[in-house]
């Protein structure tokens, strides 16, 4: 079975969340069974050098609008799946989506473009696919593509990453990608309150549809998580499936990461603590004994940054350290960057940096994903691994990967569930309790080691999720 994942981001080429380490390790988990041809815009900040990537002898064009588009395919000579287009509109800015100023202007075009050009790479090469798997909003719209202009036999997989990003673009943009009025713009397909919306596009016109975890599967068919897409979901839940992502080993492993401190294990936990206390040091503190809490991700209000944000007062006076790493929405970087000056225990890092994060998951003790709502979350798959014991909100893919240390039935628990601390409501005093729960689980040291350990275990690789994705290329 040859399979076409088309992808806006990929590690280690361009990421901007987990889609991107999803990209790199669904397909490389796929690869153990199936062909998994992997295609991503070539981006002018990914240093084709670096990553061996060579022009594989193959330009074309595409007239669209009147206007006559290049595009030329690259390859990763050291694997010979990876491939990538490049097209100057799609490719060269100093971001993926969005600058200083705000999301790029030209979106719509842009990833139009890419959509053209994977079909047309597909039916060019010729590379004889039988299942083209899309990625969120950026790819969507190769699913109208493919079932209207080009009548293509292929079946197509939808997967949605996060819903609240659903590419919503003025209905002009069909013009200029050539789109069939008649035919697309209706309520069902790609029309969205007189707009075009792709997401929902690609939800109409994939023969299935994948969500990244089984609890957010369910969530957003409500109102309350369906970012008024909930009665289009509902209307295709009879396609509708939602499988736990995994994360790489290859990349995220204490015992071979070199971006840590001191590699460790669970035979060789000690220098767990090594890599807290180098952590420690890096950044200025001294009070090394106290139990370590970190956050990292984007700032944004679906990660619970206000949660954050106002009760930092409260933080200041628990015994216990802070280390939080982001960047992402420009007045949360700004508060965050006013707030680091003001406490002694706590320590805020604005930007994105691979090489900390890595050093914060296996230093820490705790880490909190405050989320509003999470489709699935890698943060606390990744944690687990490093022996870093999760405190997280009962939503989404959270639900389906952590469970409360105080309602554990030991002899029930899923290879794939983890240990943490869980919490109800999207609230100071739900939130609060969470971490006093936490000091008081730190405060019995012997316990919190079995569980760090237990996480350490627990497998979140693609080993199970692959193979579903697998049974569902096959059906
Ligand atoms: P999302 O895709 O919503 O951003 P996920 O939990 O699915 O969240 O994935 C987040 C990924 O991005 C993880 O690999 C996490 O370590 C990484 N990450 C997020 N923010 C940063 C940052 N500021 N610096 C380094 N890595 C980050």
């Given at each position: 079975m040859k399979i076409l994942f088309c992808t806006s981001e990929?590690?280690?080429?361009?990421?901007?969340?987990?889609?991107?380490?999803?990209?790199?390790?669904?397909?490389?988990?796929?690869?153990?069974?199936?062909?998994?041809?992997?295609?991503?815009?070539?981006?002018?900040?990914?240093?084709?050098?670096?990553?061996?990537?060579?022009?594989?002898?193959?330009?074309?064009?595409?007239?669209?609008?009147?206007?006559?588009?290049?595009?030329?395919?690259?390859?990763?000579?050291?694997?010979?799946?990876?491939?990538?287009?490049y097209n100057p509109i799609l490719c060269d800015r100093d971001g993926l989506y969005f600058d200083d100023f705000g999301d790029f202007g030209d979106n719509a075009l842009r990833f139009g473009l890419f959509s053209y050009a994977c079909i047309e790479v597909m039916l060019q090469m010729p590379l004889d696919i039988d299942v083209i798997h899309l990625n969120d909003w950026q790819t969507s719209l190769i699913a109208l593509l493919a079932k209207t202009q080009y009548q293509l036999s292929q079946k197509i997989i939808l997967?949605?990453?996060?819903?609240?990003?659903?590419?919503?673009?003025?209905?002009?943009?069909?013009?200029?990608?050539?789109?069939?009025?008649?035919e697309c713009f209706r309520p069902e397909a790609l029309e969205y309150h007189d707009q075009v919306n792709f997401l929902k596009a690609g939800i109409f016109y994939s023969d299935h549809v994948t969500t990244v975890s089984p609890t957010y599967a369910a969530e957003i068919q409500t109102p309350l998580f369906g970012n008024d897409l909930d009665d289009v979901l509902k209307a295709n839940s009879y396609k509708?499936?939602?499988?736990?992502?995994?994360?790489?080993?290859?990349?995220?492993?204490?015992?071979?990461?070199?971006?840590?401190y001191k590699n460790f294990g669970v035979k060789t936990y000690e220098s767990k603590d090594e890599n807290k206390q180098q952590l420690l040091k890096e950044i200025g503190f001294v009070e090394c004994d106290k139990?370590?809490?970190?956050?990292?991700?984007?700032?944004?209000?679906?990660?619970?940054?206000?949660?954050?944000?106002?009760?930092?007062?409260?933080?200041?006076?628990f015994e216990a350290n802070f280390i939080v790493l982001g960047s992402g929405e420009e007045h949360y970087n700004t508060v965050f960057n006013n707030i680091s000056v003001s406490y002694p225990n706590v320590y805020i890092k604005v930007g994105y940096d691979e090489s900390f994060a890595r050093k914060m998951?296996?230093?820490?003790?705790?880490?909190?994903?405050?989320?509003?709502?999470e489709p699935c979350g890698l943060n606390q798959m990744i944690c687990m691994k490093y022996g870093t014991?999760?405190?997280?909100?009962?939503?989404?893919?959270?639900?389906?990967?952590?469970?409360?240390?105080?309602?554990?039935?030991?002899?029930?628990?899923?290879?794939?569930?983890?240990?943490?601390?869980?919490?109800?409501?999207?609230?100071?005093?739900?939130?609060?309790?969470?971490?006093?729960?936490?000091?008081?689980?730190y405060g019995n040291h012997k316990k919190f080691e079995k569980i760090s350990k237990h996480n350490m275990k627990v497998d979140h690789s693609w080993k199970q999720s692959s193979k579903k994705y697998i049974e569902l290329y096959e059906s």
């Amino acid at each position: 079975m040859k399979i076409l994942f088309c992808t806006s981001e990929m590690y280690p080429y361009a990421k901007t969340g987990g889609l991107a380490d999803v990209a790199q390790s669904l397909p490389e988990a796929l690869r153990k069974k199936e062909k998994v041809y992997t295609l991503l815009p070539l981006y002018q900040t990914i240093n084709r050098e670096k990553f061996n990537i060579e022009y594989a002898n193959l330009t074309f064009d595409y007239t669209l609008d009147g206007v006559v588009h290049q595009f030329d395919l690259f390859i990763n000579t050291k694997n010979k799946y990876e491939l990538f287009i490049y097209n100057p509109i799609l490719c060269d800015r100093d971001g993926l989506y969005f600058d200083d100023f705000g999301d790029f202007g030209d979106n719509a075009l842009r990833f139009g473009l890419f959509s053209y050009a994977c079909i047309e790479v597909m039916l060019q090469m010729p590379l004889d696919i039988d299942v083209i798997h899309l990625n969120d909003w950026q790819t969507s719209l190769i699913a109208l593509l493919a079932k209207t202009q080009y009548q293509l036999s292929q079946k197509i997989i939808l997967t949605i990453h996060n819903l609240a990003y659903q590419g919503v673009f003025p209905k002009d943009v069909m013009s200029a990608l050539n789109i069939s009025w008649e035919e697309c713009f209706r309520p069902e397909a790609l029309e969205y309150h007189d707009q075009v919306n792709f997401l929902k596009a690609g939800i109409f016109y994939s023969d299935h549809v994948t969500t990244v975890s089984p609890t957010y599967a369910a969530e957003i068919q409500t109102p309350l998580f369906g970012n008024d897409l909930d009665d289009v979901l509902k209307a295709n839940s009879y396609k509708l499936q939602g499988i736990l992502n995994g994360i790489s080993y290859e990349i995220f492993d204490p015992k071979k990461d070199d971006m840590i401190y001191k590699n460790f294990g669970v035979k060789t936990y000690e220098s767990k603590d090594e890599n807290k206390q180098q952590l420690l040091k890096e950044i200025g503190f001294v009070e090394c004994d106290k139990p370590l809490f970190v956050f990292i991700g984007r700032f944004t209000h679906q990660k619970g940054i206000e949660l954050l944000i106002e009760n930092f007062n409260f933080f200041k006076d628990f015994e216990a350290n802070f280390i939080v790493l982001g960047s992402g929405e420009e007045h949360y970087n700004t508060v965050f960057n006013n707030i680091s000056v003001s406490y002694p225990n706590v320590y805020i890092k604005v930007g994105y940096d691979e090489s900390f994060a890595r050093k914060m998951y296996a230093g820490a003790d705790f880490l909190v994903m405050p989320s509003l709502f999470e489709p699935c979350g890698l943060n606390q798959m990744i944690c687990m691994k490093y022996g870093t014991v999760p405190i997280v909100a009962k939503t989404g893919g959270l639900k389906d990967s952590v469970t409360d240390f105080t309602d554990i039935d030991y002899t029930a628990l899923k290879g794939y569930m983890g240990i943490g601390i869980t919490y109800e409501e999207h609230n100071i005093f739900w939130f609060m309790h969470a971490i006093a729960k936490a000091l008081s689980l730190y405060g019995n040291h012997k316990k919190f080691e079995k569980i760090s350990k237990h996480n350490m275990k627990v497998d979140h690789s693609w080993k199970q999720s692959s193979k579903k994705y697998i049974e569902l290329y096959e059906s």
